[in-house]
């Protein structure tokens, strides 16, 4: 719902470093972006073209690295991807799982040139 | 060439949430985030949470909303201060707002604050505020499904409030269904059923709150000496 203000967050973090870099043109922009969030990604490349028109970063490449939901169960230390957010490890049994991924949303790396 | 850049999107605003929660902590106010989707029963809570606390916690109250100023009206009707955010159209509460809100609060004269978020059960669950609690409801007409179709805010929240729970027989909300799976969701999450139209297990919730408010201010005085 408020793709537009982190597409503008995002680019916000892209010409920063881009110019920090002295890049001339942004080639593409890797982002990582886990299943919690409930950003929806073909929203974010909408939003994108629109807010980065006239800027370095004009017309590059937006690539989404998804992070699946992970747990750890507590009890056994089993890691398992979480379906339907049932935190129920399926090794033991036991609902007390932390989540340990699935959060992240964060723009890993840039291509410039 | 490859830059490596390893930026949180929301950075920006969870730094800013580090510090209200350092402002918080350092007055001793624990501030609760209360999220829920819009007509779920925010205000409504809110002010028989403060009929239920009066004379026991000092509370303030910061109202988010998109446009007006109803519910801080209601809420000022209750003589505590009340400072009215307006986000012109955004859908949630962030932590610049709740910095700014904060100049108009005496953190000082005060134990608890409630934040009423925007309603919303998407975006606000996204945006750390610096809160110390973060507490959701789910209106019992909303429906039992709604944790697996939202699934974050559930995830996040420390305490569900289930509220009208007076209209639980008039369609097929199913309480059981409900809790078992938040409770597979976020095991560690507190639930409390309660009708603000009726009274009932309000109590409970306003004792299980005013307990997690002195916890909170005898951590701040033990950690103080």
């Known amino acids: 719902m408020h793709e537009l203000g982190v597409t503008e967050s995002i680019a916000g973090i892209v010409l920063r470093h881009a110019r920090m870099n002295g890049a001339k043109r942004v080639l593409k922009v890797n982002i990582k972006l886990g299943e919690l969030t409930g950003i929806v990604d073909h929203y974010v490349a909408f939003y994108w073209d629109m807010v980065t028109k006239d800027t370095v970063a004009e017309g590059a490449e937006l690539n989404f690295i998804k992070v699946p939901t992970m747990a750890r169960c507590a009890r056994c230390e089993e890691d398992f991807h979480i379906q339907e957010y049932d935190l129920t490890c399926p090794r033991c049994g036991e609902i007390a799982s932390d989540i340990v991924s699935g959060r992240e949303f964060l723009v890993e790396s840039i291509e410039i040139e | ?225």
Not at chain 2, 48 to 76: F, N, P, Q
Not at chain 2, 203 to 225: H, P
Request: proline share 3%; with cysteine; glycine share 8%.
């Open chain 2, 1 to 225: 060439m490859d830059i490596e850049v390893l930026e949180g999107v929301f950075d920006a605003n969870e730094k800013i949430a580090r510090e209200n929660e350092e402002l918080f902590r350092s007055r001793g106010v624990l501030a609760v985030n209360l999220m829920a989707s819009p007509g779920a029963g925010k205000t409504s809570l809110v002010i028989r949470t403060l009929e239920l606390l009066r004379g026991k916690l000092r509370i303030g109250v910061i109202e988010g909303d998109i446009a007006s100023s109803v519910d801080a009206e209601k809420v000022k009707s209750q003589g505590v201060p009340v400072v009215q955010i307006n986000t012109g159209g955004v859908c949630h509460l962030d932590a610049a707002m709740i910095r700014q809100a904060l100049d108009h609060l005496d953190l000082a004269a005060l134990d608890l604050v409630i934040i009423e978020n925007v309603g919303n059960l998407v975006c606000p669950a996204e945006f750390k505020l610096g809160e110390g609690l973060r507490a959701m409801i789910l209106s019992v007409p909303e429906g039992h499904d709604k944790p697996l179709k939202y699934p974050l805010m559930f995830s996040d929240s420390q305490v569900l409030v289930v509220n009208k729970t007076d209209l639980l027989g008039m369609g097929d909300f199913d309480m059981d269904e409900l809790r078992s799976t938040v409770l597979r969701m976020n095991p560690r999450v507190a639930i409390f059923e309660v009708s603000c139209r009726t009274g009932e297990g309000l109590q409970d919730w306003a004792d299980w709150l005013e307990e997690r408010a002195r916890e909170n201010l005898k951590g701040v005085d033990e950690g103080s000496t």
